[in-house]
């Protein structure tokens, strides 16, 4: 018996099929969103007047592209937050990112 996996990156602004996990940081936070090629390169156009007048602090990482093994792990931590936030009666989408307060509640409840 042959079993076949296939994981479909969704686009995080318009829904649509997503080509590339694209990360980036503002005021100390991390972030990561799942883009078309059209819709990364409106956000690194959007950014380039900024990156090129910056200056960069500490190491970079590399950029992910496509899909990668800690996207799975994130995968099963999203599923369990939002079905722990519906028991408890949180606002939640069923797909796209989760409000980083729901993401907080949760992890303190956990403590």
Do not use: C
């Not at 996990?21 to 690194?44: H, P, Q």
């Not at 380039?48 to 190491?59: E, L």
């Not at 722990?84 to 409840?109: C, D, Y």
């Amino acid at each position: 018996m042959a079993k076949q996996i296939q994981e479909i990156l969704i686009d995080d602004v318009d829904g649509g099929e997503a080509n590339e996990t694209v990360s980036f940081a503002i005021d100390g936070s991390s972030y990561e969103i799942d883009l078309s090629d059209l819709n990364a390169k409106k956000l690194r156009d959007a950014l380039t007047p900024f990156v090129q007048n910056a200056r960069r602090a500490g190491a970079v990482s590399a950029r992910r592209r496509g899909r990668g093994g800690a996207r799975t792990m994130s995968r099963e931590k999203s599923a369990e937050i939002r079905q722990w936030a519906k028991a408890h009666g949180l606002p939640v989408s069923e797909r796209g990112r989760i409000a980083s307060t729901v993401v907080e509640k949760f992890e303190t409840r956990q403590k």
